[in-house]
């Protein structure tokens, strides 16, 4: 079973922010948020991950709530080229039985 | 540094067949993982590799296998292969330990038809 709840797709203008949430009310202590996109066909790509504080690096900004139920990704001018599906994982940093859950994704649309 | 290699990226199957799918990580990486993707099950989780140990698996019959060898490099072996099986097989490489250690990085997939 998933770990993670991410909305099915959303729209985002060209430009826009855009802003991805994800649910993962029964995260536990020590599980990072980790996020991928992944373009048509292609492998998933590694975005950004985060254990408790807010992280930004070139691609995009995570913010963690502070009880760490829920996480938002935001990319700060979307472009044509942001179109994906963004997936939202949970892992332990430590050695653990730990199946690998991606779910299904939130797909995004950037419109011109 | 080179990313991570899959080969072969395209092949063609029959039912009953088996296939051998090869993944060579990133160097220095020591953890690969497998995963199948279909249009309608999305991306789903097979095994993990670390050391030339399985340490995960996930919800698969026992005709999905793999293998670590000592140098990193991972290979996963499906028999008996049915139509269901033709999807999209990604492998992922990670440090496997220490600060990073399961950033994925993914390769480009290989493709499987099974007629």
């Known amino acids: 079973d998933a770990k993670t709840t991410q909305p099915t797709s959303m729209d985002c203008a060209e430009g826009r922010a855009a802003n991805l949430p994800c649910n993962h009310s029964t995260i536990s202590g020590n599980e990072y948020v980790y996020w991928y996109r992944q373009i048509h066909s292609q492998g998933p790509q590694y975005i950004i991950h985060?254990?408790?504080n807010n992280e930004t690096n070139e691609m995009a900004s995570l913010i963690i709530t502070e009880d760490r139920k829920s996480s938002t990704l935001i990319l700060p001018h979307a472009t044509l080229r942001d179109t994906a599906v963004y997936y939202c994982i949970v892992r332990p940093l430590g050695w653990r039985d730990d199946k690998i859950i991606f779910g299904k994704g939130t797909r995004l649309h950037i419109l011109p | 540094k080179a990313g991570v290699t899959q080969t072969p990226r395209y092949l063609i199957k029959t039912r009953g067949q088996q296939v051998t799918l090869s993944c060579s990580p990133i160097?220095?990486?020591?953890?690969v993982s497998w995963y199948q993707q279909t249009p309608g099950q999305g991306l789903q989780f097979l095994f993990e590799y670390f050391s030339e140990t399985q340490r995960n698996k996930g919800n698969f019959p026992g005709r999905f296998s793999g293998r670590q060898f000592s140098n990193s490099r991972s290979e996963m072996n499906v028999s008996t292969l049915e139509l269901g099986d033709s999807a999209l097989y990604l492998c992922?490489?990670?440090?496997?330990?220490?600060?990073?250690?399961?950033?994925?990085?993914f390769g480009a997939g290989s493709r499987l038809t099974v007629l």
């Open positions: 160097s220095g990486h020591r953890s």
């Open positions: 992922a490489s990670s440090l496997g330990q220490g600060s990073g250690a399961n950033v994925l990085t």
């Open positions: 985060g254990l408790k």
